[in-house]
């Protein structure tokens, strides 16, 4: 096992990585304060992973709250139903919720735990590999909007991170793919090497060898603990981790929750990101292709949807929570495995990026 920890004084917290964690009591119990424990899952991880960890947990309180599984379901109504099942089962301020899946269900819980009696302790038990490199560390939760993506949360940061990487020998190959695309930004954005690492393993990561992606779990949960550290509460820096989000969230909202994949999105929305800063004279036509190789190699989507326009990304990307002051801001690349957060770009150069030929470069490249 591998452990990291994310410092932030008092809030600090450890990652722990390894095979077969579910099943350690030692790991999970010290950060169980009461005698009460929420589990918030959903149909599709109950049946794969709730008796593992009830049992890991015997001697407490469990209830399990299992949620309809889906982007779609990440809003008010299903997050009332976890209050639901709180109250009816009267857990009182000493209970423990544990999100055990991937994002969505992380989301949630987290959101429900920063709200329940003014915040009661959590735990994230991440189970694809999207929500165990990205979205189980930081203590980022919330939910959606029709109107806009994670629009409605809360900064509440987790007790501990259990990474049990055998929970992703079931995880879809699609969706070991949209956790990929985090993966590869962490390299894009500050760790140059890492894509180097990922170009000579993206063959065996796909193929789940446990020791590779091990690596690349605790490699990418590293520059996530460095970048949360340093500005947690998104001031600055932590911004750069949305590379591709901006375009890929307006993907998301246009598409309608749950039609792209998050990690889907962020693909394409990363490819729009690389272009603009290679229009801008940042990075080289030839270190754009590399990016869009890489993600492709991940079996991911590296053009947006057909038939979205400009005019519908710049009406979504306008609630982006990156608008300050009714002033866009991009997460662009500076050089690889150096990314920048700015507004300071002119208005053509992103006509330019949102107006480009996808289809057609994309198809250039595999000439090559
Ligand atoms: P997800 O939670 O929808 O999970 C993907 C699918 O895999 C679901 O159908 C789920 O039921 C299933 N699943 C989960 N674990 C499984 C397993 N081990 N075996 C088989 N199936 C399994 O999606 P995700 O990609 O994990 O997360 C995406 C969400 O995370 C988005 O809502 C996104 O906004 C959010 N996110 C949040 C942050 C953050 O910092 N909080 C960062 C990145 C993404
Ligand atoms: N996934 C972006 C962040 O955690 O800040």
Redesign the pocket.
């Given at each position: 096992m591998r452990t990291l920890q994310v410092d932030l004084g008092e809030r600090s917290y450890p990652i722990h990585i390894g095979e077969g964690l579910l099943a350690q009591p030692e790991l999970i119990v010290p950060y169980i304060a009461g005698r009460q424990v929420a589990i918030v899952t959903?149909?599709?991880?109950a049946p794969?992973?709730l008796g593992r960890l009830t049992q890991t947990l015997a001697g407490y309180g469990v209830t399990p709250i299992v949620l309809p599984?889906?982007?779609a379901y990440?809003n008010w109504e299903t997050l009332q139903r976890i209050f639901d099942s709180l109250l009816a089962e009267r857990h009182d301020r000493r209970t423990t919720i544990i999100a055990l899946?991937?994002?969505?269900?992380?989301?949630m819980a987290?959101f429900a735990a920063a709200c329940y009696q003014r915040g009661v302790d959590f735990l994230q038990v991440?189970?694809?590999l999207?929500?165990q490199v990205?979205?189980s560390?930081?203590g980022?939760?919330?939910i959606?909007h029709p109107l806009g993506?994670?629009m409605v949360g809360a900064f509440y940061q987790p007790k501990a991170v259990i990474i049990d990487t055998s929970?992703?020998?079931?995880?879809?190959a699609r969706?070991l793919s949209?956790?990929l695309a985090?993966v590869i930004k962490y390299g894009l954005i500050c760790d140059e090497p890492f894509l180097g690492w990922l170009e000579d393993n993206m063959s065996a990561l796909r193929a789940l060898d446990s020791a590779v992606l091990t690596e690349a779990i605790e490699r990418s949960c590293a520059a996530k603990a460095r970048v949360v550290g340093v500005d947690e509460r998104e001031s600055g820096l932590r911004a750069i981790?949305n590379l591709g989000h901006t375009f890929g969230h307006a993907i998301e909202t246009h598409q309608g929750y749950g039609v792209w994949?998050?990690?889907e999105a962020v693909a394409a929305g990363t490819v729009m990101a690389l272009e603009m800063s290679a229009r801008l004279g940042w990075i080289s036509v030839e270190e754009r292709n590399r990016g869009i190789r890489l993600l492709q190699r991940a079996g991911l989507p590296v053009v947006p949807p057909v038939g979205m326009t400009p005019d519908d990304f710049l009406e979504h990307m306008a609630v982006d929570k990156k608008v300050l002051d009714g002033r866009l801001r991009l997460v662009l690349v500076r050089r690889l495995g150096d990314a920048v957060v700015t507004s300071d770009f002119p208005q053509e150069i992103l006509q330019a990026t949102l107006s480009a030929d996808y289809r057609t470069l994309v198809a250039k490249l595999g000439d090559e």
């Open positions: 959903n149909e599709t991880v794969l992973y599984d889906g982007e990440k899946g991937g994002g969505v269900i992380g989301d987290g991440p189970t694809t999207l929500s990205d979205s560390v930081g980022k939760t919330g959606n993506k994670n929970t992703l020998s079931t995880l879809p969706e949209a956790g985090e981790l994949l998050h990690g």
